[in-house]
């Protein structure tokens, strides 16, 4: 599976940013897809993730109620919906894609600044 992350960018605290994530290359519904993010100095985190048929939706307890993950199967595309946006929602944001509880493949990251 080939990912393409983008809709990164600079946005205001309190605003909002939407990212994507296409994927080739096999059968996207195979996949559980999820985000994740990692800021300078620290280790990457798991923001969410979403099962294969986008029924089941896991969040970290830090995007909570803010943020919102979906799929669109039919495009095989991911969404990370973030609102809210505080400063320290920075970071380079990464898809994934999972098959059987591993995390297989991952996209290039596209970077999310907020700024106060």
């Known amino acids: 599976v080939q990912l393409q992350a983008s809709g990164g960018g600079l946005a205001q605290v309190g605003g909002s940013l939407r990212l994507s994530c296409a994927a080739s290359g096999r059968i996207f519904s195979d996949y559980g897809m999820g985000w994740f993010r990692q800021a300078p100095g620290k280790e990457r985190e798991l923001v969410g993730d979403i099962s294969r048929s986008g029924y089941s939706t896991y969040y970290a307890n830090s995007v909570k109620g803010r943020f919102t993950i979906s799929r669109d199967n039919a495009r095989n595309t991911v969404y990370l919906q973030m609102n809210s946006l505080k400063p320290e929602d920075t970071a380079v944001y990464y898809c994934?894609?999972?098959?059987?509880?591993?995390?297989?493949?991952w996209g290039q990251g596209t970077q999310v600044t907020v700024s106060s």
């Open positions: 994934a894609a999972k098959y059987r509880s591993t995390w297989h493949y």
